[in-house]
């Protein structure tokens, strides 16, 4: 068995050995880190596989700490209440969950405010709590980095909106280059005086400065962090009744964009926050955030947007992760923790990649990485009942807390997990999901799920390869070659289960048995 072996002895092929049990792994399998934003004030608890962990806890609370700051020049007196009594919560439940000490940090508003300073020194004295102050291009560098948690090796442009400010940070080969900051923030703007034209006259002049201040690059990725953002992506979907609700790695054009800033526009908010299930704290600032993604759009002309749901918290986690657990893949780490917490066979996702593989001779490392996801999750939901067994590994990969997935390829890891399970996908309830691949995408599905079913199979050991695939387009056949000791598995059920692979392929079953 695999967990008997010196793991050194064992070949871990291009994803390289799991890391979630070394010691500077174990040391991050549970944190615990505050962020104390200008409009929320949030603990988030991360666990399980350090380089993608699950959202153990995740608690906001909207305090609006920074509304009428402009003004004042202080912190919004009820605002600070509700945040030193949500501090107070979150330390006592951090000290429930054994996860002291938390880390914990405010942006643009205490730091920005004449009593900042004086709320830091309350928050310690009530809680324990050391909150760290930190200024505008730290803000960026640790929203950047929560971009790397989840795509390592990230190009382009990060975008964190918060409620008084909004940062820019360039990211080039996997690291953090030159940030910007600026007083861009919805809950700023809606002070400013002179109605919406000089507000407009206002964003532009500002967007056009920090365009200024990058290099004027153009032509980039741009990677939206923060809650408006995400508020304005979920109108997105709305308007365009796309299937898949899931907001980190969601896709939006310039076109598409400027349609949903019009029909947000012409909406009645309270009606549109009640479909989309926003807050009405955070759709009253969403207008603004349009207005301020319009102009960035127009002046820094990305060639794509994509929408993260890592930023600063995060970013918290990264900068704690030695660099051998940041270069991971966060995909195949969090598929490997969820093999070794839930898999009959833990182990065996490994040798099932190995026995699959041939079947795809032409996958680029894009497609290998999902191919051995589905190997690595194809036997985890084994303790659904089996009526529901498909459908829930279709759902648990398409709306998991998985890092570094586009949305067809939730779709095609879910769709392979669901094939591995049942042959009857056409008439499915997730056929509008389905629609996010095309035909090819469909097939590759189809037929990784199916080897898959064959090789579960043919279970020998969690170490130890029961036979080998063979596929041969040109002559159009299917060899599978089976060790000795799998000969007693291959019965009418794994026969019945090979012909339907071959089937998908158009390709004749061959077997033979090693000598």
């Known amino acids: 068995m695999t967990q008997m072996r010196d793991l050194d002895t064992i070949d871990w092929g291009p994803f390289g050995r799991p890391l979630f049990q070394d010691a500077a792994a174990l040391r991050l399998k549970r944190v615990g880190v505050i962020d104390v934003g200008s ?64 880390t914990a940090v405010a942006t643009a508003a205490v730091r920005e405010a004449s009593d900042g300073q004086d709320f830091r020194a309350e928050v310690r004295r009530e809680t324990g709590i050391d909150l760290w102050i930190i200024d505008g291009q730290e803000e960026a560098r640790l929203s950047a980095q929560g971009v790397l948690l989840g795509w390592p090796g990230s190009y382009g442009l990060v975008c964190d909106i918060g409620g008084s400010s909004l940062e820019l940070a360039d990211l080039a080969e996997g690291r953090v280059g030159r940030r910007v900051t600026s007083a861009l923030g919805p809950l700023k703007l809606r002070e400013i005086k002179g109605g919406r034209k000089a507000m407009k006259a206002y964003v532009r002049e500002t967007i056009e400065g920090l365009h200024a201040d990058m290099g004027h690059e153009t032509g980039k990725r741009l990677f939206l962090v923060g809650g408006s953002w995400r508020a304005i992506a979920r109108v997105d979907m709305e308007r365009r009744e796309y299937p898949l609700t899931v907001l980190h790695e969601y896709r939006m054009s310039s076109r598409q964009i400027s349609k949903t800033a019009e029909y947000i526009r012409q909406s009645d908010l309270q009606e549109l926050r009640s479909r989309c299930n926003i807050s009405d704290s955070r759709m009253s600032l969403v207008p603004y955030a349009t207005i301020v993604l319009k102009e960035l759009m127009r002046v820094f002309k990305p060639k794509d947007v994509t929408v993260s749901s890592y930023g600063i918290r ?172 799998a000969r007693p598995l291959f019965g009418e059920v794994a026969e019945a289960r090979f012909a339907a692979l071959a089937n998908v392929l158009e390709s004749k079953p061959l077997v033979r048995f090693r000598k």
């Open 39 to 102: 409009n929320s004030v949030r603990l988030v608890v991360f666990d399980g596989a350090a380089r993608s962990p699950a959202y153990f806890y995740n608690e906001k609370i909207m305090c609006a700490l920074g509304a009428g700051l402009s003004e004042t020049g202080h912190l919004n007196p009820e605002g600070r209440k509700r945040a030193l009594a949500a501090i107070r919560r979150f330390a006592a439940l951090a000290e429930g969950m054994d996860i002291t000490p938390l």
């Open 314 to 485: 995060e970013g918290m986690l990264y900068e704690q992760m030695p660099r051998a657990l940041r270069e991971r893949d966060p995909l195949i780490e969090a598929c490997r923790f969820a093999e070794a917490k839930d898999a009959r066979l833990p182990g065996f996702g490994r040798v099932l990649y190995d026995f699959v593989k041939p079947l795809f001779p032409r996958a680029n490392w894009q497609r290998k990485r999902i191919i051995k996801a589905a190997c690595l999750l194809h036997d985890v939901s084994w303790r659904a009942h089996p009526d529901y067994r498909a459908e829930v590994t279709f759902d648990n990969a398409t709306r998991a807390n998985l890092g570094g997935l586009k949305h067809y390829e939730r779709v095609l890891l879910g769709l392979a997990l669901m094939n591995r399970y049942t042959s009857k996908t056409a008439k499915s309830r997730f056929q509008p999901l389905f629609e996010l691949l095309n035909p090819d995408q469909v097939r590759e599905a189809e037929i990784l799920g199916k080897a898959m079913r064959l090789g579960a199979m043919l279970w020998v050991s969690a170490d130890e390869v029961p036979g080998e695939l063979k596929w041969s387009p040109k002559s159009q056949e299917l060899r599978l070659t089976l060790t000795e000791n």
